[in-house]
Every structure is written in C-alpha cells, then in structure tokens.
C-alpha cells in the first residue's frame, strides 16, 4: 500500500503516519511543501526510531508522484465528499492520498478526482474533521484488511 500526505503541516502527524507505515510495511509519500523540515525534531520524535524502517519519498509536487505511477490506483480522502471509504475495494498497491492538516485537499485535486473521493464518517456533525494520523490509521488498516493482512498473504 501507498499512502499519500499532501502538504503535511504538523511534525507529529506525519511521524506517526511514518511510524504506522513502518509497522504495516507501507509506502509514505510526501508531497511538498512540507510545513516542516525533514530533520525537525518534532518530526524524528513522533516517528522515534522509525524512520529507518520505512520506504518513503518527497515529491516536489503531487502531479510528479502521479506521472511517476501512471497507472496507480489513488483514492482521495476528504472530509465532505458523498462516499465512504469502506465502500472501496482496495488492491495491494492503492494509493490512499490525505490533506494538510488545516485545509485539507487542494480543490483542484478534488474536483479533477471528485469520483474517487471518500470520506471517514464521523456521528458528530459539529466535529469538523479527525485528526490526520487517526485517519490515515483508520483508512490504512482497512486496506490491510480487505488484504488479509493478519494472514502475510
């Protein structure tokens, strides 16, 4: 599995998405600009010793991660949009893409993808959105799920 952060702005977030691909030997792609340098400490912290573990990338851009997998799978995930992210079939080398913590999802990349669009349901409608690395967690490990991860298929 693949999973995307779009302009990551909080240090600890992206560490513990860094840590959960470490334990789930999933791919972590990094889109620029980061709201962070790559050495910051909040950044190792959250990640600990993790980061030796994981297979990750900085793109310059995310146009420059899609023309690099022309044909990856990517799936948007973004508070507000009408589909639920159980409801995808997820294959071994999926893309999950996720938002700046802030803003979310640039619109353009909504709209150029809005029927790949999905979201994490919440039963709160004054809460605004989750927290990024709870997401991602969240999406992620139903990827590995649908895979049978539990199994090493």
């Avoid at 513990?16 to 999933?26: F, G, I, S, W, Y």
């Avoid at 950044?43 to 022309?70: I, S, T």
């Avoid at 993808?113 to 927290?131: A, G, I, Q, T």
Wanted: with cysteine; glycine share 6%; charged share 25%.
């Amino acid at each position: 599995m693949n999973v995307v952060l779009v302009e990551p702005e909080i240090p600890p977030n992206t560490g513990n998405v860094a840590r959960l691909c470490a334990a789930t030997k999933t791919t972590l792609h990094l889109i620029e600009p980061l709201g962070f340098e790559l050495s910051d400490k909040m950044l190792k912290r959250a990640g600990m010793d993790y980061w030796n573990q994981v297979d990750w990338k900085c793109w310059p851009n995310f146009k420059a991660l899609r023309e690099h997998f022309p044909k990856g799978n990517f799936y948007f995930i973004e508070t507000g949009t009408e589909q639920i992210y159980s409801e995808i079939c997820f294959q071994s080398n999926d893309f999950i893409v996720f938002g700046r913590e802030t803003k979310g999802l640039p619109q353009p990349l909504i709209e150029e993808n809005r029927e790949r669009c999905y979201h994490v349901p919440m039963l709160n409608p004054e809460s605004r959105s989750l927290n990024l690395s709870n997401c991602v967690s969240i999406v992620l490990y139903e990827t590995l799920r649908q895979q049978n991860f539990w199994k090493g298929d």
